[in-house]
């Protein structure tokens, strides 16, 4: 009671007091896009420059920046931007944060821009003897089937990106790719578009997606169509990047990053998708409360508990599943856990998956008991074989074009390793049937706790009250004093009459 | 030793008439019954069974003490209560090379974890034939897959938690004639419940071919009810159906009387006062020639005994509860005499 008390008094207070949308729908859709800036310091005076998006300096969208007693400043250079951050001599890892945050389907940022000035003819580029016929013949080629500069570019990218180029291509490509670049598409793209007279440079973006956290910027290529500068992505060369899906980070040319007093650095990006209009969250971060959310985290660790949030959930659908209804299942959470790797693998594939992995695992189980090995060993042998086994399925769904034989290794390892040994147990000592029973439990449950976690109004209350899971809690409690009969015991005991 | 032909109360019959009442047929039976009929028959849950028996009654720190069974051993030793004879104790991996050393001139055996739970990882031996031993379903073995249980023993494969464990080698009981003439290969055990020391519901456990010589209910084995005052047995369930003739041996299985009966409450009772433990189950076999041995105690014994017995658990551990409230300090001898005095079961209409 007073959990339940405590609990949603807090929560109405998020939500009376500081205007927190309680329910799902009133949400404000916001993109928190952060850069985590990482290097190595080595003991000398830092200094990075991260290149910064214009929009996010002029139109003040919510940006923040996160560091350590660093010096922090923003330069302004012809209306390009750059966070500079700057500090004594350091050593060990540093990690720097720039924070941005927009609405939902704002442009993305890579609008065509005109140019105060022209900018200078390219410089041609210095390709040796038949190699600079061949990429003079391409280009001749693309001029002839396009009118302008954009159709130059979509001819140009559409040719780079097909398997089936034509020789002359695959010179250039090779030359490129010789040359150790790390994306000798683009390299050579910008080339071949200096050779028939239109300026371009490269450009980084960031792609919304709140799924994979610590992405590496995407290359863009920026282009003078003889007024404007203009974004494209090469990947998707007739498509005009979309801000729902693309947010341009850099642009302008120039280096995305530069440290000095620092090695390895690299930056990465992480995107969360954000309920809460900005203006309340400001307030959120100046109330006591803020302790309780866990809103305060830079984004890249907000990103790992999306899922942690969701774990008492999935043992509050376990312990309903036990103790109320009565559905065995081998070991207590494992189905949290093949709950959560469902999750990241869609259901009906992941639980294909699951089985034949269980399946195969299982055959090599027995093969191994004729061993007679002992215990500890025979479960570590199960580990390799897992392994193995894992790598195989990946290896045939990528040769059979699913992708998802790869996203496999989500799959927790010991947990599929243990329910082998206790499945393989079981089988032994009380039969297949109740091994079959017990196994089949515990993917039902896992189904049942991914569907409550995979409701979204769930998620968000999860995320955004966090305080919620104390009324959980209460519930769990009560369920833990229910003396009343499991509904599986309904049936066992159908047959029973009176003596 | 109470007279076979015992004459049930007039009461009691009455009783069960309102409860056929209650009983009658309905369509829904077939698939389930609706927890008010199930309260209505007394019937225990494992969710009341834990938090109104065994977590009250039962504290953590007891359960050690049947949980090893070599600590139970000594303790019912100890109480001079008969146990099977300990041939050895195998405590490290070496010890698995002397095990053929402590076998010498022993015909039969039963090796057994001393923590293992619900009959896991227990290996029963007949007899030898030259090098190799038999087992109950006439199954060979060699000396080397002696040694192998025994190692899988050590390693915690068969204890609660994977914990390290000791490999225990004793006495194969040879069940009285009575009995074996019930059950199809393995021994049957007489399982006795108990509450705060008042014996409240006995069965006998008896293996079918389908239970491959194990006793658990859900593989398939026979429980049969029997009566706590008597000591004969009332019904049999098989799979939860209720059956009156073995279903491998054809023999019948109603109105049985279990030799020594008296004795074997007298050992559960003493089981439950050496522990400690409010709710528990004691598991009794009985040898022809040393009559009845305790093999192990349960502080979690299962719920399919008021199955076998036809009566909800809870109609007799309230009255349990109630009577030891009132009188917290009753003796061994009293508290018997109340168990045999209310908890006499309806006999089949031969005894009556």
Known sequence: MLLIAIGGGLASYKTKVLEVPFWEGERVDQWLVEAKVSFLATGREVKARLSLPTDAVLKNLGQESGSLDYHYTVEDDRDEYTAVWSSGPRDEGQALYYRVRFKQGLNSGGEPKASAEKPDSPDVPKLPGSLGAAAQNIVTRAKGVSADPDSLFVALFEQINSGSASQEYVLVKRHYEKEGMASPNIAMGIDLLGLAGIPARLAYGVILNDENSGQQPVPLIEYYDGAFWKVRNPNAPSRIPDGRELFVWHRGGGPLLEVSGGENSRVTFTVVKDRIPLATLTDLRKSPLFISTILALPASERAVFRYIVLIPLGAFVVVIMRNIIGIPTLGTFMPVLLALALLEIRPVQGIIMFSLLVGAGLWFRFLLSRMNLLVVPRVAACVVIVTLLMMMMGVISFQLGYSVGIKITLFPMIIIAWTLERMSLIWEEEGKRSAMVQVSGSVLVAVCAYHFMKISQIQYWAFYFPEMLLVLLAGILLIGRYTGYRISELIRFKTFSNA | ?352
């Open chain 2, 1 to 352: 030793m109470p007279d076979l032909k015992v004459i049930v109360p007039k009461k009691e019959t009455g009783a069960l008439d309102a409860s056929d009442r209650h009983s009658a047929h309905k369509w829904w039976h077939r698939w389930f019954r609706t927890p008010g009929e199930l309260r209505e028959l007394g019937v225990v849950g494992i969710n009341m069974r834990n938090a109104r028996f065994l977590l009250p009654n039962n504290p953590r720190r007891l359960y050690d003490l049947v949980d090893n069974k070599l600590r139970t051993k000594a303790l019912a030793e100890a109480e001079g209560m008969c146990v099977a004879e300990t041939y050895g104790v195998l405590r490290t991996p070496h010890d698995a090379n002397i095990v053929e050393k402590i076998l010498n001139g022993h015909e039969a055996f039963v090796i057994k974890p001393t923590r293992g739970s619900g009959g896991k990882g227990i290996m029963v031996i007949d007899k030898r034939v030259g090098k190799n031993f038999i087992k109950p379903s006439g199954v060979e073995v060699t000396p080397g897959d002696v040694k192998n249980h025994v190692s899988n023993i050590l390693a915690g494969l068969y204890s609660l938690g994977g914990k390290r464990d000791f490999a225990l080698i004793e006495y194969r009981v040879q069940p009285a004639e009575l009995l074996t003439s019930i059950s199809f290969q393995g021994a049957p055990d007489i399982r006795v419940v108990m509450l705060h020391g008042y014996p409240v519901m006995a069965m006998l456990r008896a293996s079918t071919k389908e239970s491959d010589g194990r006793s658990n209910l859900h593989q398939g084995a026979l429980g049969i009810g029997i009566d706590i005052a008597t000591g004969i047995t009332v019904r049999a369930i098989h799979h939860g159906r209720l059956v009156t003739n073995h279903p491998d041996l054809g023999i019948g299985l109603i109105g049985i009387q279990i030799p020594q009966w008296d004795t074997i409450l007298h050992m559960a009772v003493i089981c439950q006062e050496m522990t400690g433990l409010g709710y528990l189950g004691v598991d009794i076999m009985i040898d022809k020639d040393k009559g009845p041995l305790m093999i192990e105690v349960n502080a979690r014994p299962g719920l399919a005994i008021q199955m076998a017995n036809g009566i909800g658990l809870l109609r007799r551990l309230e009255p349990v509860v109630a009577q030891h409230k009132k009188n917290p300090t009753a003796d061994l001898e009293t508290k018997i005499a109340y168990s045999v005095k209310h908890f006499r079961a309806n006999l089949p209409d031969r005894f009556t």
